[in-house]
C-alpha cells in the first residue's frame, strides 16, 4: 500500500504566455493533514483546481505533469481523466470545501437541498435516505436544529453555520481525501476556532488525508502535520510544521511568518515579505512601552474629539394591527466611550456583536434609538440633514469588501472625484484628477491608474483605492470597519503600516474595527469590546490583553490561532 493518499509531481500549468504553476510537487499521506500556504497569486488555489478538475478550459498542462491518486488497489493519475471520470471522483473520492460559501451555494434552493442534490449525484439513494443522511450530517458539523437548517436559505445562515453545510456536502460521500481552501479566512477568531476543532475531529474520526489551504500562518501551525510553503507558482519550502516554523530556510517564509501581527510585542511598523527578501536579516524597530506610554500621554492630554453617551440603537418588530411595536434586536445597548484626537480606537466582538451598527450610528448612517453623540463638543445626534452632510466631510469610513465598495462602473479616477465634487473641492475637474493623482501615490499606486477600473486590481490595490477614497474630503476622524479581514497576512501588515503612516502624517484619529484580535492589539492605543450590543470591556489595549476581566475577552484572546 503507498503510504501517501496523493501525490503531485512536475504540475506545471500555464494560461496562454503566463506560467502560473511550476514543477509543483508535493504529497499527502494517508490520514495527515498537509498545509498549503502562500500569499494570494502564490499558486495554492489553482493547484487545488488541479487535483478537483475545475480548471478553465483556456489552462495548459505539461505533459510532464502528474497528480497521482493512491488508493488501496490502483493509483490513478487524475489529469488523465475524462470529464465524467472527473465528475465522478469529484465528492465520491475528493472532497472541498470552498472559501466562500455565500458565493458557493445556491442563493434560491435550500441548503438542506444542495446537500441532497450531491448525495444522490454520487450514491444511489432514494429522496427520503438523501434526507436522513443530510440530517445526519448536519448534526455530525455541529448544526443547531438540522431539521430548521435543512429547510434554510443560505442568507438566513451565519457566516459559520454557511462553512458548516459547505463541510456537510463535502464530507458527504466520505471522501478519502477533503480540500479545505481558506475556509476560515472571513470568520471571527471563535467561529474559526470551532471550525479548525470541527475539520480535526472530523479527519481523526474518519481517517481521511486533508489539503489545507491558508494565508494565515497561525491556522496552519494549529492544524496540520506537514506544510507546503508556496510562492509566484513555485514551491519554496516544505516539511514538518514545527521545524518550518521555527526555522525557515527561505527568506519568502520568513517574512511570511513575521508579517503577522505578534501579541507578546509591539513593533513601530510591522515586517513585511519585501523586507525580508531584500534584507535576510532584517530586524523590525521595537516601540517600547517607554515610547508608548510617553504617546498615550500626549493623546490623553487634549479634550475628546468624539464622546458617546448611553447610545442605543433599537430595532423594533411591525405591530400588528394596532399593537404596538416590539424591541426584536437591541443591536446596541447603552454604550459610552470617548476617543481623543490621534489616537485608533480598537473596537472588537464577533459578528453580531454590534461593531458595524455602533460605527453606522457614529457615522449617523443609522438614527440611533437613544443617547447622545459628541463630535469637537457638539452633538451631532440632532444635527439638521444639512449640517449632517456637511460632517461627513470630517468623519469618513474604510469599507471591509473594496470590491462592493467600490462602483465597478466608474474608473478609479471618477470614484476618487466624485465626493470631492458632492462637497465642492476643487475649482474643475482637472483639479480634482490632480489631487486625485497625488491620493493613489501617496497610498503606494500610481496616478496612471486613474484610467483603470477596480477589476484591474488586486485585493490590497482595492483597499488602497478605498483609503484614497477616504482621505479624498480631508477628513479628521476615520472608521475602518473591517478593512484589512479579505487579505492576506502580507498585503495586511503593508496595509496597517499605510493606515499608521497616514495618522503620523495628517494627525488622523481611528476607529479600527476588527474581528482579528493580533491586528487591532496593533494598531490600538484603548480597547473597546463588544457582545451582543453591550460593552463589556473598555480601556488601555496592552492592559486588556495583558489582564481581560471577562472570560468573553479571555475567549477571544485565547482563539487567536499562534505559531
Do not use: W
Amino acid at each position: 500500500m503507498h503510504p501517501s493518499a496523493l501525490e503531485i509531481r512536475n504540475l506545471s500549468l500555464s494560461f496562454g504566455e503566463n506560467e502560473i504553476l511550476k514543477n509543483v510537487s508535493f504529497s499527502v499521506g494517508k490520514g495527515k493533514i498537509l498545509g498549503v500556504v502562500g500569499e494570494s497569486g502564490s499558486g495554492k488555489s489553482i493547484t487545488s483546481l488541479s487535483i478537483m478538475g475545475l480548471l478553465n478550459k483556456n489552462a495548459k498542462v505539461s505533459a510532464e505533469s502528474q497528480i497521482l491518486f493512491h488508493s488501496e488497489s490502483e493509483t490513478i493519475d487524475l489529469l488523465k481523466l475524462n470529464s465524467e471520470e472527473k465528475r465522478k471522483f469529484r465528492g465520491n473520492e475528493i472532497g472541498m470545501i470552498f472559501q466562500e460559501p455565500m458565493t458557493s451555494l445556491n442563493p434560491s434552493i435550500r441548503c438542506g437541498e444542495q446537500v441532497e442534490e450531491s448525495i444522490r449525484l454520487h450514491l444511489k439513494f432514494n429522496k427520503e435516505q438523501a434526507k436522513k443522511r443530510v440530517i445526519e450530517l448536519f448534526q455530525k458539523v455541529l448544526l443547531p436544529n438540522p431539521q430548521r437548517i435543512y429547510k434554510a436559505y443560505p442568507h438566513e445562515l451565519s457566516g459559520g453555520q454557511r462553512q458548516r453545510v459547505m463541510i456537510a456536502m463535502a464530507i458527504s460521500c466520505e471522501p478519502k481525501i477533503l480540500i479545505a481552501d481558506e475556509p476560515t479566512t472571513a470568520l471571527d477568531v471563535t467561529v474559526q476556532r470551532t471550525i479548525l476543532e470541527l475539520i480535526q475531529k472530523l479527519q481523526q474520526e474518519s481517517g481521511m488525508s486533508c489539503i489545507f489551504i491558508s494565508h494565515d500562518l497561525g491556522v496552519i501551525s494549529e492544524v496540520c502535520d506537514e506544510v507546503v510553503v508556496m510562492y509566484k507558482g513555485e514551491v519554496v519550502e516544505s516539511g514538518n510544521v514545527q521545524e518550518i516554523f521555527q526555522n525557515p530556510k527561505e527568506n519568502y517564509t520568513k517574512g511570511l511568518i513575521a508579517c503577522r501581527p505578534r501579541l507578546d510585542v509591539r513593533y513601530k511598523k510591522l515586517p513585511t515579505i519585501p523586507d525580508y527578501l531584500k534584507n535576510p536579516e532584517y530586524q523590525p524597530e521595537i516601540y517600547s512601552n517607554q515610547e508608548r506610554s510617553e504617546d498615550q500621554e500626549e493623546i490623553y492630554a487634549k479634550p475628546p474629539i468624539l464622546e458617546v453617551k448611553n447610545l442605543s440603537k433599537y430595532f423594533y418588530t411591525k405591530p400588528f394591527l394596532l399593537g404596538n411595536p416590539e424591541i426584536s434586536v437591541k443591536a446596541v445597548d447603552e454604550i459610552s466611550f470617548k476617543v481623543y484626537p490621534g489616537e485608533t480606537m480598537g473596537l472588537v466582538g464577533e459578528s453580531g456583536s454590534g461593531k458595524t451598527t455602533l460605527s453606522r450610528a457614529v457615522l449617523l448612517l443609522e438614527k440611533p434609538t437613544s443617547g447622545e453623540i459628541f463630535y469637537n463638543g457638539k452633538d451631532i445626534a440632532k444635527l439638521p440633514k444639512e449640517a449632517i452632510r456637511k460632517l461627513r466631510k470630517d468623519i469618513q469610513i474604510i469599507f471591509q469588501d473594496p470590491y462592493s465598495s467600490l462602483n465597478p462602473r466608474l474608473n478609479v479616477g471618477e470614484i476618487l472625484t466624485a465626493p470631492m465634487k458632492v462637497h465642492s473641492i476643487g475649482k474643475n475637474q482637472k483639479e480634482r484628477l490632480e489631487k486625485a493623482g497625488n491620493l493613489l501615490e501617496r497610498v503606494g499606486l500610481n496616478a496612471s491608474d486613474l484610467k483603470k477600473y477596480p477589476h484591474e486590481f488586486s485585493g490590497g490595490q482595492r483597499q488602497r483605492i478605498g483609503i484614497a477614497r477616504a482621505l479624498a474630503l480631508n477628513p479628521k476622524f476615520i472608521i475602518c470597519d473591517e478593512s484589512v479581514s479579505a487579505l492576506d497576512v502580507s498585503v495586511q501588515a503593508q496595509v496597517l503600516n499605510l493606515l499608521n503612516e497616514l495618522k503620523e502624517e495628517f494627525g488622523f484619529t481611528y476607529i479600527f474595527i476588527s474581528h482579528d484580535l493580533a491586528v487591532v492589539k496593533f494598531m490600538s492605543n484603548q480597547l473597546l469590546v463588544m457582545q451582543h450590543g453591550e460593552l463589556k470591556e473598555l480601556g488601555d489595549a496592552d492592559e486588556i490583553y495583558a489582564n481581560p476581566s471577562t472570560n468573553y475577552t479571555k475567549e477571544l484572546i485565547e482563539a487567536i490561532p499562534k505559531l
